[in-house]
């Protein structure tokens, strides 16, 4: 079965801080693929990257920055000199590529507060 | 702004009736996928459909049902409501209905039932 763990339910940090949001994953495909989300307190889901399993590098954009690990089996998630906007819900997520495996399985998400 | 659109944006009705949710995928989005999200049990997928056919089906219940018209657009239906259906209701689209292609998420529909 494929699962989805966000070990961090809530995450404080003061603004310009570095913060690390964990992911790790189980599944048996040899096909997956990995989705970051973000979920602003408006409520909408927003896209923020995906990202296959064949594709081991890690990618960086802007103050965002994703480190792929399939030895450990984690997809983790650095904001750098993090904002007061980037508080939010962060949702990591799992996909398969046939059959039911085709919906995303979500990690419950952390609670990112960024303070002034 | 995703492209994807559900309405309405807020539901607040009472135990035992029945209301539905729409939802337009984005311009050229074959795939729709409805979640669930609630406090107890987190974003939980409930079923897709892909150019009008049921594709995959999660946790649904059987008082919940969906469909996907020639339009691609989608409605939930959800009869016989409980307190526990209280949630907030995501649609989303992918161009294709594989794994790999990415889905974007509606605003979603607050639904209440008092």
């Known amino acids: 079965a494929q699962k989805v763990t966000q070990a961090q339910t809530e995450i404080s940090v003061v603004e310009k801080e570095d913060v690390t949001l964990d992911c790790v994953y189980e599944?048996?495909?040899?096909?997956?693929?990995l989705f970051w989300y973000k979920q602003p307190p408006s409520g909408e889901l927003v896209f923020l990257i995906r990202?296959?399993?064949?594709d081991e590098q890690n990618e960086i954009s802007g103050r965002y920055s994703w480190n792929f690990q399939k030895s450990t089996s984690s997809f983790n998630f650095t904001i750098t000199a993090s904002q007061v906007v980037d508080s939010a819900v962060y949702f990591c997520a799992l996909s398969g590529n046939a059959g039911n495996n085709r919906k995303l399985i979500w990690g419950l998400g952390t609670s990112l507060a960024v303070n002034p | 702004d995703s492209g994807v659109t559900q309405t309405p944006k807020h539901l607040i009705t009472a135990t035992g009736q029945r209301v539905t949710l729409r939802c337009s995928p984005r311009?050229?989005?074959?795939?729709v996928y409805w979640y669930q999200q609630s406090l107890d049990q987190g974003l939980q997928f409930l079923i897709q459909y892909y150019n009008g056919e049921e594709r995959a089906k999660g946790n649904i219940l059987e008082r919940f049902s969906a469909q996907q018209f020639p339009d691609l657009h989608s409605e939930l239906n959800l009869s016989s409501l409980e307190l526990g259906d209280s949630a907030l209701y995501f649609c989303?689209?992918?161009?294709?209905?594989?794994?790999?292609?990415?889905?974007?998420f509606g605003p979603g529909t607050r639904l209440t039932v008092l």
């Open positions: 989303a689209s992918s161009e294709r209905d594989q794994g790999q292609h990415t889905q974007y």
């Open positions: 990202r296959n399993s064949f």
């Open positions: 311009s050229g989005d074959l795939s």
């Open positions: 599944t048996r495909d040899t096909t997956y693929y």
